[in-house]
């Protein structure tokens, strides 16, 4: 390992590769709510964020693991289980008075159509506004899992009836 008067070591959470600093303060900057949509190997994440000096205070949570008690019988780390978390996080978000966001990926690279985006497309159907292009979103075939069973379609407006409650 290099040493020396001028050698500077990275931030640790730099070295391990989890937080992208200079995206990091941008976001900050913009001063609204951040819209946190993570992956897991198994799940998806989406909070919403403020900003406090003390560490991000998180407004509203949802995990697709939710989804299951809920009556989610299908995979909970695909487009569709993506899209009822971001809505079912949205809702939460407004019924805590939080109208607008910016949506923050992380270190995650952006895939056209993927799980991230349709948890935002989620997020924005719960009434969120939240700034991003058309063009990323995944078509309504995937949201609604066509392409994988027949069945989920009709499940999907069953759970998210449950979360208009």
Do not use: C
């Not at 998806?44 to 949802?62: F, P, R, T």
């Amino acid at each position: 390992m290099s040493s020396g008067p001028r050698y500077h070591v990275k931030f640790r959470r730099r070295r391990e590769n989890k937080t992208d600093y200079r995206k990091r303060l941008n976001l900050l900057k913009s001063g609204s709510p951040r819209a946190i949509v993570r992956k897991t190997s198994n799940n998806i994440i989406v909070q919403i964020a403020l900003y406090n000096e003390k560490g991000d205070q998180i407004i509203a949570s949802a995990n697709s693991r939710e989804l299951k008690k809920m009556g989610w019988e299908f995979s909970t780390k695909t487009v569709p289980a993506a899209y009822l978390t971001g809505y079912l996080a949205g809702k939460r978000a407004i019924k805590n008075k939080i109208d607008n966001a910016v949506l923050d990926i992380g270190m995650q690279r952006p895939t056209k159509g993927g799980r991230v985006f349709a948890a935002l497309k989620g997020l924005v159907d719960a009434g969120l506004e939240i700034p991003f292009n058309e063009d990323i979103l995944p078509d309504e075939d995937r949201i609604k899992g066509k392409h994988l069973h027949e069945e989920i379609e009709s499940k999907m407006d069953e759970i998210k009836s449950k979360m208009e409650v």
